[in-house]
Each structure stands twice: as C-alpha cells, then as structure tokens.
C-alpha cells in the first residue's frame, strides 16, 4: 500500500514551459485534491476532485488544469509556467470527500526561472 | 468560507515540557483535521477530531465545536516533535488550512 504518490520531487522550469506533476492514489478514495504552500501562505487549495470524472476549482486555480479519467490518478497540469508558480506542491485524498481524514504526498518542489 | 486561525504562530520549548496549540474557526464544522509537517516536509495526519477528545500517545486533541475552537496538546515533547503543526477545518466543503504554529524542541 503506497497511499499518495507524487513525480517528480523536484523540477526547474524555464518560464513558459508546460509540465504535469502526477499524483496517484492506491486506497480508493473517492476525494483528491491538489495544494500549494508557499511561505507565511500556507496550505491553498488549488484544484479538487470528488469522484473519476469531475473536477472543481480551489482558492488559487488560475494557471492549472486538472482531470480525473481515474479513481487513481490525478495530474496537475501547468499549461505555461511563471515564476509565480514556483512553490512546493502536495497531492491528497481522503475516502470520503469533505468528512475523511486526508492523506498528503510527500510533495514536489517547482522552481520556476 | 470557514476562517482558521491559529496560535501561537511560533513556540519554542525544552526538550520535556508540555505545550497547547490553539485552533479558532469562524462557523461550525464537520470536518477538523490537525497535521504535523516535519523538518523534511512531509505533512502527518495527526488527528481527524470534528468534536470530542482523542489520544495518541503523548499528542491528544479537543475540538469544542459549540465554542469554535480546538486544543492540540503535546506532553513531555521531544526534538523530533519539532517542525509546522496545521489546524484544517471546513463545514461540508473543501478544508481550510490555518497558517500552522511552528514549533522548536530544543534539546
């Protein structure tokens, strides 16, 4: 049981370079989400998705694209990278959307230059 | 949507003494979770606690929903207690995630 896992760990972008950041689930959880954290920032949300085919925005979506063809999988796609976007990304799920208990990837590290 | 804060914003104690990591939310939830994210990164489910008190070993949590506001308590802390320890709440909706308390265990 691998619970969530996130490729690659790290990743330098050039501005304007497009790239996915993969995240897959083995637990079955109906609930996946995408997060950034950024310094004094927190945890924002980014995109979520409660169950294979549908997806929603978060607080901070511009500049993402995600889909959910899957229980499993859920990539973040960034479409033409800005150095705004160089932060620290984590992938999570839960069973349950909104009531269970939620379970972090170990994170991936975007700079962007 | 849901406001969390938290506090203290940082916390630095001795190896063995005991500290209490506060969480305010601004409506009522179903959902309170409180993570521990160590030095390397990585975030730990420490707690999943929308009412009610739990335990785990030396951790233990108190959410009082009527009042909006939840307690992590850390007893006898240890070095490897150190790191960023997030309060996330939502009614039913997405998590909001408090700016964390960040906590040195000094030996």
């Not at chain 2, 739990?54 to 233990?60: T, V």
């Not at chain 2, 150190?82 to 040195?104: E, I, P, R």
Request: hydrophobic share 30%; charged share 15%; net charge neutral.
């Amino acid at each position: 049981n691998a619970g969530v896992t996130q490729t690659p760990k790290f990743q330098v972008l050039k501005t304007g370079q497009s790239m996915t950041l993969q995240c897959a689930q083995d637990m079955n959880h109906e609930y996946m989400s995408w997060y950034r954290q950024d310094p004094g920032m927190g945890l924002r949300l980014i995109h979520y998705s409660v169950g294979a085919g549908i997806t929603d925005q978060g607080e901070v979506p511009n500049g993402y694209n995600v889909s959910r063809s899957t229980t499993e999988d859920f990539p973040l796609r960034l479409l033409s990278a800005a150095p705004s976007q160089t932060s620290v990304y984590f992938c999570a799920s839960s069973y349950r959307a909104y009531t269970g208990e939620l379970f972090f990837g170990e994170g991936s590290r975007l700079t962007v230059l | 949507g849901i406001q969390v804060e938290q506090s203290p914003p940082d916390l630095i104690l001795q190896e063995g003494a005991n500290s209490t990591l506060r969480c305010n939310f601004s409506d009522s939830v179903n959902n309170l979770q409180w993570f521990h994210q160590n030095p390397w990164g990585q975030l730990i489910n420490l707690f999943y606690i929308p009412s009610g008190t739990k335990q785990n070993g030396r951790l233990s949590a108190t959410t009082v929903a009527t009042e909006r506001y939840s307690l992590l308590y850390i007893s006898s802390s240890q070095t490897t207690d150190s790191g960023v320890y997030f309060c996330a709440a939502s009614g039913y909706s997405t998590l909001t995630f408090g700016k964390g308390t960040m906590l040195l265990v000094s030996p």
